[in-house]
């Protein structure tokens, strides 16, 4: 893949974008209101719906792996960093797709990305355990990614109308 | 047709939320064992904050432990048993339970005592190294026994030179008393914990039925043979027994609850006693304080002492010569363990 | 821009969200719906008050585990139908003692390793407790 300075320029700052939006998630303690471990509002999600519909699907994945890798070195965490592959690499793949319908809008493309997310989760959950008791919290998580999806649906629409008529929509 | 598609997408999401909201609280149910004050312990609960309110209760756990236990060298208690007769503070907490148990000590003539713990000692019951101390011994260690050499005030408390006190009678009592305050707290709607031998059963079971409660066949303890069973809601148990912990040496048996009067294992008659009551907060702590000094004061000073009135509580005792004495409280929600061989007696 | 991507929901999207209830009602219905009271007999090991392992009994068959906590060793012993410590280091020797538990809520427990194996699941047991005091 060949990028042009001003593709990579793009590609770091979505990148960084990225990680300070899962940086400034984690202080929102979601897990108060609904008590399930790793619950999130997937708010970086915003970044690659932005990057997959301004950059390209290769684009918008290298700089999920970008972010994913990156945040779990920051995090010193890197049992999460299955997780959060799992996780991102299943939304991408269905908000790939879902995105190739041109009939979707923003918002569709989202939610469907925001449940494969989920469901990329807990299946790394139950690879990890060894059990199959994370399936439990699914049916709530995909219920949940109703909304977390429509609010990052919503934000990437504001974003798109707002950068409508700068150079950064017309690559 | 935006209109339509926004309400309808309105519509689903709400379906989404209400369908989350409407998950059976039954189904969100939470069990976890620990390890704390020397006993296993078993908390399970129900509900949406379930999982919150099981972990709650085992830092409680943990927390009374490292507070009150009486060989942790950081443990407040273990501070005031090597004061050497000086009065240090101990927290509002502590001196409450001193209190408490002091209250136990009077009502029941001291058949409850905090400050047996030398003597308790002196059988290795707290090391595991058993011996049977002789007589001179034990008349030394009784003379720093009783209510008289413990001072309290507010937060502060003291012990005459000599005397110890073992807070082990009554702390899982109290903790079973704070796992009902936080289950409570967590809107826990039905749920159970087992302290050892400290029952707490919260609700009825999911299945509208209450808990079916067994009380321990004295005669086989490490079978699953019940002297009588229980069914009930929102309920502290509390059973002591001679079985729970003994040695034997020269073919006579030595167990753990010892009389505070002759500082030998108290010998009544009795095998267990059992002590029941609602799950008012308090209660726990009463039930603990009660099997122990009801044991030592063998069935008919049990009896009246509960015919008294002075708390509110049920009882079920198992003799020595195969019977089962049932307050008449009890009656209608005790079955008969027709296998145990014992006869039942219902009391009034 | 690849693409000019649609900026207000529509009936496409609606379907999508759509999808995703059905799905999730469908995992509820799969995962809270077909456990009623029938859940297999499970045996729950944990060390120090954290679960450590859940085996299902009627899947594992006849196995042996090891259980190393707080410097003592254990070793388990599970058949389809039963559990049991057949050798401990510890100095008690309660956990062996205990011998093989078969039934739900039963539990064996070693104190000196502060490990616990408790049976969940499987047929409730006719005129059975849900606790034993004492």
């Known amino acids: 893949m060949k990028l042009t300075t001003k593709q990579l320029t793009l590609c770091g700052i979505l990148t960084t974008l990225a990680l300070a939006l899962s940086v400034a998630e984690n202080q929102i303690p979601l897990s108060l209101a609904i008590p399930i471990p790793g619950?999130?509002?997937g708010l970086a999600n915003i970044v690659t719906v932005f990057a997959l519909y301004v950059l390209g699907p290769g684009q918008a994945m290298l700089i999920l792996l970008a972010r994913c890798l990156l945040g779990a070195v920051f995090a010193g965490n890197m049992n999460a960093l299955l997780f959060s592959l799992l996780g991102g690499v299943t939304a991408m793949i269905v908000m790939i797709l879902l995105s190739r319908s041109r009939r979707l809008s923003v918002y569709g493309v989202s939610i469907g990305g925001a449940a494969a997310h989920n469901c990329g989760q807990i299946a790394a959950a139950v690879l990890t355990l060894g059990n199959t008791a994370p399936l439990y919290y699914l049916p709530v998580l995909l219920g949940v990614a109703l909304f977390t999806g429509a609010l990052t649906g919503t934000v990437a629409a504001c974003l798109f109308r707002a950068l409508a008529h700068t150079d950064l929509m017309k690559g | 047709m935006k209109r339509i598609t926004a309400v309808l997408m309105?519509?689903?999401?709400?379906?989404?939320?209400?369908?989350?909201?409407?998950?059976?609280?039954?189904?969100?149910?939470?069990?976890?064992?620990?390890?704390?004050?020397?006993?296993?312990?078993?908390?399970?609960?129900?509900?949406?904050?379930?999982?919150?309110?099981?972990?709650?209760?085992?830092?409680?756990?943990?927390?009374?432990?490292?507070?009150?236990?009486?060989?942790?060298?950081?443990?407040?208690?273990?501070?005031?048993?090597?004061?050497?007769?000086?009065?240090?503070?101990?927290?509002?907490?502590v001196c409450g339970l001193i209190e408490a148990a002091e209250a136990y000590s009077q009502a029941t003539g001291g058949a409850f005592d905090i400050s047996i713990a030398p003597v308790v000692s002196a059988w290795g019951f707290t090391t595991d190294?058993?011996?049977?101390?002789?007589?001179?011994?034990?008349?030394?260690?009784?003379?720093?026994?009783?209510?008289?050499?413990?001072?309290?005030?507010?937060?502060?408390?003291?012990?005459d030179p000599g005397t110890q006190i073992d807070l082990g009678g009554i702390a899982k009592g109290y903790a079973s008393d704070?796992?009902?305050?936080?289950f409570r707290e967590n809107n826990v709607p039905r749920g159970k914990a087992e302290l050892g031998g400290n029952i707490l059963v919260m609700g009825d079971k999911p299945d509208g039925t209450p808990w079916r409660v067994g009380v321990q066949d004295p005669a086989k303890p490490d079978e699953e043979a019940y002297a009588a069973i229980l069914t009930l809601e929102d309920?502290?148990?509390?059973?002591?027994?001679?079985?729970?912990r003994y040695?034997?040496?020269?073919?006579?048996?030595?167990?753990?609850?010892?009389?505070?009067?002759?500082?030998?294992?108290?010998?009544?008659?009795?095998?267990?006693?059992t002590v029941v009551a609602d799950s008012a907060e308090g209660n726990g702590t009463m039930c603990d304080a009660l099997s122990t000094a009801l044991f030592v004061m063998g069935e008919e000073r049990a009896l009246d002492f509960w015919r008294s009135g002075t708390y509110d509580f049920e009882l079920v005792l198992v003799t020595e010569d195969g019977r089962v004495v049932v307050t008449d409280g009890l009656k209608d929600i005790l079955t008969e363990v027709e296998e145990s061989g014992y006869t039942y007696e219902i009391v009034s | 821009m690849r693409s000019s991507p649609e900026l207000r929901p529509n009936f496409w999207d609606a379907l999508v969200a759509l999808a995703v209830v059905l799905l999730a009602a469908g995992c509820g219905f799969a995962v809270w719906g077909g456990q009623n009271g029938a859940a297999a007999l499970t045996a729950v090991v944990s060390v120090d008050g954290v679960e450590t392992e859940r085996l299902v009994l009627a899947d594992t068959g006849e196995t042996e585990r090891t259980v190393e906590s707080n410097g003592y060793t254990l070793?388990?012993?599970?058949?389809?139908?039963?559990?049991?410590?057949?050798?401990?280091?510890?100095?008690?020797?309660?956990?062996?003692?205990?011998g093989h538990i078969s039934r739900s809520g039963q539990s064996?427990?070693?104190?000196?390793?502060?490990?616990?194996?408790?049976?969940?699941?499987?047929?409730?047991?006719?005129?059975?407790?849900d606790i034993v005091v004492g």
């Not at chain 2, 704070?178 to 936080?182: D, K, L, M």
Request: aromatic share 4%; glycine share 6%; net charge negative.
């Open chain 2, 235 to 244: 309920a502290f148990i509390v059973t002591s027994g001679s079985y729970q």
């Open chain 2, 247 to 273: 040695f034997e040496e020269n073919g006579k048996r030595y167990h753990h609850i010892i009389d505070p009067a002759t500082g030998h294992p108290a010998d009544s008659g009795l095998t267990s006693v």
């Open chain 1, 39 to 41: 619950i999130k509002l």
């Open chain 2, 129 to 159: 190294r058993y011996r049977v101390p002789d007589e001179a011994e034990l008349a030394e260690l009784l003379t720093h026994v009783g209510s008289e050499h413990i001072t309290t005030a507010e937060d502060a408390a003291a012990l």
């Open chain 2, 10 to 93: 309105a519509v689903l999401m709400i379906t989404g939320l209400t369908a989350c909201g409407e998950a059976d609280p039954d189904k969100a149910r939470e069990s976890i064992q620990v390890i704390a004050m020397d006993t296993p312990m078993v908390f399970t609960a129900y509900g949406e904050k379930s999982t919150h309110a099981v972990y709650m209760a085992e830092d409680e756990a943990r927390r009374l432990d490292a507070l009150l236990s009486r060989t942790d060298e950081n443990s407040v208690i273990y501070q005031l048993n090597h004061a050497d007769g000086l009065g240090i503070t101990v927290g509002e907490e």
């Open chain 3, 75 to 98: 070793c388990l012993r599970l058949t389809e139908t039963e559990v049991w410590v057949e050798e401990a280091d510890c100095p008690t020797q309660d956990c062996v003692h205990t």
């Open chain 2, 178 to 182: 704070r796992v009902v305050a936080i």
């Open chain 3, 108 to 129: 064996i427990v070693c104190l000196p390793a502060r490990v616990i194996i408790t049976l969940e699941g499987g047929q409730p047991v006719d005129n059975g407790v």
